[in-house]
């Protein structure tokens, strides 16, 4: 059956091949981001810039005036911002969670009712690993994505009488061209920090860049519009479940001492 399905984030990577995969299967597709995706097309569009309220209520305005109802919302919209806590200004810490965190609380809060109106709706968040599992050195893209999770669970539990359910999505390191879009640190190595953030950030790109298919991540999407109850939350891949899992189990304190092995 079709759908009306709002993305956030449509112009690139996993939003905008969760728009052409859903288009193909038959739904009806709104795309949303700040600019309009640099190929072809053939879906609605909306152009919105979730770091401006202002750019939002536009958006948010043609939405409403053009669709009585919603059936899912994926917010898929998010920037990265890397390098040391020391050296992240306020202003880079901002714009992070005024994209990743606010901009995704503001779309969904004035999407809700269109939401209702299904009386079986669906929120999809794309939450990340790094959300669970702390990543040094790209503490506050953790923390923007760790925030969503929670944010995920609590509307989870406060439109459940609406008939509302709302899962996060949790991929792994995933070949998009997010990698390339990055914000990189003013600061990579240093006579304090040597070269730890500079190594760390390598790490990281190199296994974002040969990390799994975007496909996965739609794949489950797909599966979870589908479901008639969806789970709470849903990690893309095998290696990132099991990676997860021993999150969960193994003491924190050992937990931390692998990741920054890892990555610091």
């Known amino acids: 059956m079709s759908k009306v399905i709002l993305i956030t984030g449509a112009s690139s990577g996993i939003g905008k091949l969760t728009a052409e995969f859903l288009f193909d299967q038959g739904h009806q597709i709104i795309g949303l981001s700040r600019s309009y995706p640099k190929n072809e097309y053939k879906y609605d569009y909306v152009l919105g810039d979730l770091g401006s309220q202002v750019s939002m209520d536009n958006a948010i305005k043609t939405i409403k005036e053009k669709y009585n109802q919603i059936d899912v919302l994926i917010n898929c919209a998010g920037i990265g ?13 901002n714009k992070i969670f005024q994209v990743n965190v606010m901009g995704q609380f503001y779309m969904t809060k004035e999407l809700i009712p269109l939401l209702r109106k299904t009386e079986k709706g669906k929120i999809i968040n794309i939450g990340s690993i790094a959300g669970e599992l702390t990543i040094p050195f790209q503490t506050f893209y953790s923390m923007s994505k760790a925030a969503m999770h929670k944010f995920s669970e609590g509307l989870r539990m406060e439109l459940k009488p609406f008939g509302i359910d709302v899962a996060t999505v949790l991929p792994g390191d995933t070949k998009t061209g997010f990698t390339d879009n990055r914000y990189q640190p003013i600061v990579m190595e240093d006579d304090l920090y040597k070269d730890r953030i500079k190594k ?65």
């Open 200 to 264: 760390s950030i390598n790490k990281m790109e190199h296994d974002e860049r040969n990390g799994m298919n975007p496909m996965s991540v739609v794949k489950v999407i797909n599966k979870l519009i589908k479901r008639k109850r969806m789970p709470v939350m849903v990690t893309v891949g095998f290696m990132y479940k099991f990676l997860v899992f021993l999150g969960k189990m193994l003491p924190k304190r050992f937990v931390n001492w692998i990741l920054s092995k890892m990555y610091a």
């Open 81 to 93: 911002i890397s390098g040391a806590v020391e050296y992240t200004s306020f202003e880079e810490v």
